[in-house]
T-cell receptor, first 114, second 116 residues
Framework: EPEVTQTPSHQVTQMGQEVILRCVPI?????FYWYRQILGQKVEFLVS????????KSEIFDDQFSVERPDGSNFTLKIRSTKLEDSAMYFC????????????FGPGTRLTVL | AQKVTQAQTEISVVEKEDVTLDCVYE???????LFWYKQPPSGELVFLIR??????QNEISGRYSWNFQKSTSSFNFTITASQVVDSAVYFC?????????????FGTGTRLTIIP
């Protein structure tokens, strides 16, 4: 099973601050995704990324959010000016190894906005 | 638009009992994939199974089994002889087979508690 690490595991920030969440797949993958899970709720799709471009984004993924793969390895999610409602667990997912449709999730980053 | 419904919010059973978690889905696509993930108290999402829409064979993996019925748009998950370690939130998810974008649509999850 492919491994995905995410850093940091927990991020606490003040409202209005910028945060960058990182995802590091252990091996090469084609497809990257970010999902969000507000505490006690379901997992929600944010954005998919393929061939260094956004494939699709949800209505949650507004102008405050951006993604990039700056060095061909790390996959980052940036929130420019955090809001209280951005507090959630953020999961990175990967697919495109032996099976495009089998998504593996990282351990998540818990973001707390104060 | 795709949708996944997990009507059971919480289930509690005594250890060693069998338990079935229900999942009903909606999609307009003829080709799609169904998933189950386990989320233990530690919070990570653990992949359990993926089925494609053309394979309606039931699958068994140890104490876990899955029943896929296209006629009722259901993909139910049964744990046989439940154990305390099975306590977790279980999510059913759906992916439409669009090359380059395999986003998952999740259900709201079922919290399973196994009572020792």
């Amino acid at each position: 099973e492919p491994e995905v690490t995410q850093t940091p595991s927990h991020q606490v920030t003040q409202m209005g601050q910028e945060v960058i969440l990182r995802c590091v797949p252990i091996s090469n993958h084609l497809y990257f995704y970010w999902y969000r899970q507000i505490l006690g709720q379901k997992v929600e799709f944010l954005v998919s990324f393929y061939n260094n471009e956004i494939s699709e984004k949800s209505e949650i993924f507004d102008d405050q959010f951006s993604v990039e793969r700056p060095d061909g390895s790390n996959f980052t999610l940036k929130i420019r000016s955090t809001k209280l409602e951005d507090s959630a667990m953020y999961f990175c997912a990967i697919s495109g190894t032996r099976d495009y449709n089998e998504q593996f999730f990282g351990p998540g980053t818990r973001l707390t906005v104060l | 638009a795709q949708k996944v419904t997990q009507a059971q919010t919480e289930i509690s059973v005594v250890e060693k009992e069998d338990v079935t978690l229900d999942c009903v889905y909606e999609t307009r696509d003829t080709t799609y994939y169904l998933f189950w993930y386990k989320q233990p108290p530690s919070g990570e999402l653990v992949f359990l199974i993926r089925r494609n829409s053309f394979d309606e064979q039931n699958e068994i993996s140890g104490r876990y089994s899955w029943n896929f019925q296209k006629s009722t748009s259901s993909f139910n998950f049964t744990i046989t002889a439940s154990q305390v370690v099975d306590s977790a939130v279980y999510f059913c998810a759906l992916s439409e087979a669009n090359f380059g974008n395999e986003k998952l649509t999740f259900g709201t999850g079922t919290r399973l508690t196994i009572i020792p």
